[in-house]
Nanobody, 126 residues
Framework: VQLVESGGGVVQPGGSLRLSCAAS????????IGWFRQAPGKEREGISC????????YLRTSVQGRFTVSSDKPKNTHYLQMDSLKAEDTAVYYC????????????????????WGQGTQVTVSS
């Protein structure tokens, strides 16, 4: 399994970015895709989870209304659309995958996922 993130960069507060996570090598019937972020000196925290079976999506409370998750199944690519970005959104963003039917709680931490991308830096600064 390989996950490759892209789309990070520097953006002003209030701006938008769309991160992509290209997945390959999946042999799972059902899986979930999680997005995480890790700011300097902080623990990696879950942002979202989407189940492949039915598209059920969960978002961390602090990003609800600003971030959305989507998937393009034919392209095996998953997206994190981030709008109204704030300075506190600055972090390295990761996508992760796990073979399971339903999402673990978004706040349950990275230990629920076995497969990870390399991360992409998002910096929100004026």
């Amino acid at each position: 399994v390989q996950l490759v993130e892209s789309g990070g960069g520097v953006v002003q507060p209030g701006g938008s970015l769309r991160l992509s996570c290209a997945a390959s090598g999946f042999t799972f019937v059902d899986y979930v895709i999680g997005w995480f972020r890790q700011a300097p000196g902080k623990e990696r925290e879950g942002i979202s989870c989407q189940a492949s079976r039915d598209g059920t999506t969960y978002l961390r409370t602090s990003v609800q209304g600003r971030f959305t998750v989507s998937s393009d199944k034919p392209k095996n690519t998953h997206y994190l659309q981030m709008d109204s970005l704030k300075a506190e959104d600055t972090a390295v963003y990761y996508c992760a995958a796990q073979a399971r039917r339903t999402c673990p709680p978004v706040v349950s931490g990275p230990q629920k996922y076995d497969y990870w991308g390399q991360g992409t830096q998002v910096t929100v600064s004026s």
